[in-house]
């Protein structure tokens, strides 16, 4: 079946940095874009960046810009995302999402909603 | 970016009810909304993309409609297993943007 699995929780001191993976399976890895979406204890669900795994286009949000790193490896159907200079505050559940992207002009319009995610993966940073 | 902005934030109901949240978006995003429930400690599972279009599995309990700025999901007849948290999420442009989710519980 199709499914992204993620790698295990992290515990990291202020300052280090974290790497994600979501290994891909059950589909063509590079039919689909992959999300990266964390959610912090009562707050709502927030966008990261994403991976157009067919190109290896990346965008980031700006909330995260030059502290994030989105990178897939297709040869082992897998996306990373590196979080860096961390702080209590990235302390989260951090989800990897697919979606089916159709490009209507400069728009990348995810028509199907993002249908396979990750489990989840705790990030705590804690000194 | 878009502003997604989900009503209630939280509502108390019973098994049997017939539930409605809102969601509306800063700007017309045409039917690129979808919904999402959430379970603790679980990840989201889509309900509906497309503003009515429900994913394969999900019970017809579930409904949604809206175009442009303003949608809604439809619980009718509430089943134990929908108490949950609920998302809305446009799809039409980047950064995806969630709103802060309504919260369904047992009253």
């Known amino acids: 079946q199709v499914q992204l699995v993620q790698s295990g929780a992290e515990m990291k001191k202020p300052g280090a940095s974290v790497k994600v993976s979501c290994k891909a399976s059950?589909?063509?890895?590079?039919?689909?874009?992959i999300h990266w979406l964390r959610q912090a204890p009562g707050q709502r669900l927030e966008w990261m960046g994403w991976?157009?795994?067919?190109?290896?286009?990346?965008k980031y949000s700006q909330k995260f810009q030059g502290r994030v790193t989105i990178t897939r490896d297709t040869s082992a159907s897998t996306a990373y995302m590196e979080l860096s200079s961390l702080r209590s505050e990235d302390t989260a559940v951090y989800y990897c999402?697919?979606?089916?992207?159709?490009?209507?002009?400069?728009?990348?319009?995810?028509?199907?909603?993002?249908?396979?995610w990750g489990q989840g993966t705790t990030v705590t940073v804690s000194s | 970016d878009i502003q997604m902005t989900q009503s209630p934030p939280s509502l108390s109901a019973s098994v049997g009810d017939r539930v409605t949240i809102t969601c509306r978006a800063s700007?017309?995003?045409?039917?690129?909304l979808n919904w999402y429930q959430q379970k603790p400690g679980k990840a989201p599972k889509l309900l509906i993309y497309a503003a009515s279009t429900l994913q394969r599995g999900v019970p017809s309990r579930f409904s949604g409609s809206g175009s442009g700025t303003d949608f809604t999901l439809t619980i009718t007849s509430l089943q134990p297993e929908d108490f949950a948290t609920y998302h809305c999420q446009q799809s039409y442009s980047l950064p995806r943007t969630f709103g802060q989710g309504t919260r369904v519980d047992i009253k």
């Open positions: 999402a697919r979606e089916y992207i159709t490009n209507v002009g400069q728009l990348k319009i995810g028509v199907h909603g993002m249908d396979v």
């Open positions: 991976s157009d795994v067919g190109n290896g286009n990346t």
């Open positions: 700007q017309s995003i045409s039917s690129y």
């Open positions: 059950g589909y063509t890895f590079n039919t689909h874009a």
